[in-house]
């Protein structure tokens, strides 16, 4: 070759090449224990930014002090030792998003655990992130259906809006918020149900339900199960609503399940107590309060020009023995737009779900109800009330007057028509019908324990019969014809009666 040629080539590669300085700041760790690493030499670490390791394992800035920094570790720390060299990433922690983790399993890193193989995705978001200033929010009044006649009449819930679960163990709150992601089906909701500090045999079961009513290509789940570290139980509930935000700003609904925030705030005081962080009441950090209200106050309704997308949340909080007046369990009740309280008692006395329409209230209320449900349950929490007084009073004597015998038996027939079977969420047309049968005195005559094969059979009926009254109530929001919906109603009540007679007849 010419070497005029070579020359003119090497001449034109050196006008090409570029010096780049790679600048890295790497620091080393000189404690590692109980998941939390303490590094020096990170002098320009930010709060939250990752750090990573060299096994692999991602940590996350906690405390910034004058000569180390306090990182959690996420993933094994078991082979991290003392003068290993740890580098910043220059990045706050972050986590993967998108409509591919729909219908997967994933640990608050966005990683899969379903044995499904890899998830590809190419947007990430911050875990932690500011919520939407008050003139980015809209009202709340598009109601969020959850299939249950006792919340859609009693404590109505809005997109956009967060609502407390509290109660005691083994009370059906994990149920309750089960059903309402079954009932999102064909609602154009998208779902996150984050599991915290659970067995990992809950969370399997939890999957294996939402698999057999197709509710999980729709959900993400997300599980830090009571074997991981603090770190992963802390982070979950942030890297979960930053997924969701991602299809919020899409214009799209979400609704984000967090089970439950108790065990978020122990993981939170567990390690902050291993940063040596000053403990507050019941050995909680003096932010603990901040832990929650900076997760739940990013659950909002966008105005339309942000797309008028919506997160609504749906937190749980374990009393013990009841006690709403707990520390974490008031700091919640404050944050959020209204709570849900479930009775030890009312459970065990078959009374399911265990809503205490007492102590459960909704900050929304009637703004983000159908107006045919505002109307037929208007008198509902009224007749609940004065049912439960009644209840208790009656256990003193025997001797009661016709009026005090009928508001019993009419209080009995309310809480009857209120109960229902788990992962059996009710369209709300249907609800409708029956609470307006209820509200206008049409079922005196069912005896009490025939109530709920009469309701059964009552929707089998209109559906058959009357489809469009159905139709109307979903499509309208409103009854249209009243003076039809009773017709059909009372002939149901005549069929039902002749049939049950005739039953008993051929009984005896």
Do not use: W
Not at 151 to 161: E, F, K, T, Y
Not at 414 to 436: F, G, M, N
């Amino acid at each position: 070759m010419d070497t005029k040629h070579v020359e003119a080539r090497l001449l034109k590669q050196i006008q090409k090449f570029d010096a780049v300085n790679h600048l890295e700041e790497i620091g080393t760790v000189v404690y590692i224990g109980d998941g939390i690493a303490r590094i020096s030499g990170l002098e320009n670490a930010m709060y939250g930014e990752m750090i990573q390791f060299p096994n692999g394992a991602i940590g996350m800035v906690q405390n910034l002090e004058l000569t180390e920094v306090g990182v959690i570790v996420f993933g094994d720390y078991y082979d991290i030792n003392e003068g290993d060299l740890a580098h910043r990433l220059n990045r706050v922690m972050e986590v993967p998003v998108g409509a591919e983790l729909l219908g997967r399993v994933v640990n608050p890193l966005g990683q899969p655990i379903d044995g499904l193989g890899d998830i590809s995705t190419e947007r990430t978001r911050p875990v932690e992130t500011e919520a939407p200033s008050i003139m980015d929010r809209e009202s709340v009044k598009r109601p969020l259906q959850t299939g249950i006649k006792a919340i859609d009449a009693l404590v109505p819930i809005g997109r956009g809006q967060r609502e407390l679960i509290v109660g005691d163990r083994k009370t059906g709150k994990t149920t309750l918020a089960i059903d309402a992601i079954l009932n999102q089906k064909d609602q154009d909701v998208l779902c996150i149900y984050v599991a915290i500090g659970q067995k990992e045999s809950t969370v399997k079961n939890i999957v294996n339900t939402l698999k057999r009513y197709d509710a999980l290509e729709y959900t993400i789940v997300m599980s830090a199960a009571a074997s991981r570290p603090s770190s992963q139980l802390y982070l979950a509930p942030y890297a979960a609503t930053a997924m969701a935000e991602e299809f919020m700003y899409q214009g799209k609904h979400v609704l984000i399940v967090y089970d439950d925030l108790s065990k978020q705030a122990a993981a939170y005081r567990e390690m902050s107590l291993l940063l040596k962080r000053p403990p507050g009441r019941e050995a909680y950090p003096g932010d603990v309060f901040y832990l929650h209200s900076r997760l739940l106050e990013r659950s909002a309704k966008l105005n339309q020009s942000l797309g008028g997308g919506s997160i609504t949340s749906l937190p749980i909080i374990e009393t013990q023995a009841g006690d709403i007046s707990a520390y974490i369990p008031t700091n919640v009740i404050s944050i959020t737009d209204g709570q849900i309280f479930l009775e030890g008692d009312l459970f065990n006395s078959g009374v399911r779900p265990a809503i205490n329409a007492g102590l459960s209230v909704s900050r929304v209320g009637g703004s983000a109800q159908l107006k045919a449900m505002k109307k037929v349950a208007g008198t509902l929490r009224i007749d609940l009330a004065s049912y439960r007084e009644l209840e208790a009073f009656s256990q003193f004597g025997s001797d009661l007057d016709d009026h005090t015998q009928k508001s019993l038996e009419r209080g009995q027939r309310t809480v009857e028509l209120l109960k229902q079977s788990a992962h059996r969420p009710l369209d709300v047309a249907k609800q409708v019908v029956i609470l307006y049968a209820l509200a206008h005195h049409l079922l005196e005559d069912i005896p009490l324990n025939e109530l709920r094969l009469f309701e059964k059979e009552l929707y089998d009926y209109i559906e058959q019969g009357s489809p469009d009254i159905l139709d109307d109530i979903r499509t309208q929001t409103v009854i249209t014809d009243e003076e039809r919906l009773a017709s059909a109603i009372k002939d149901y009540v005549d069929i039902f009666l002749s049939s049950y007679h005739a039953q008993i007849d051929s009984k005896e």
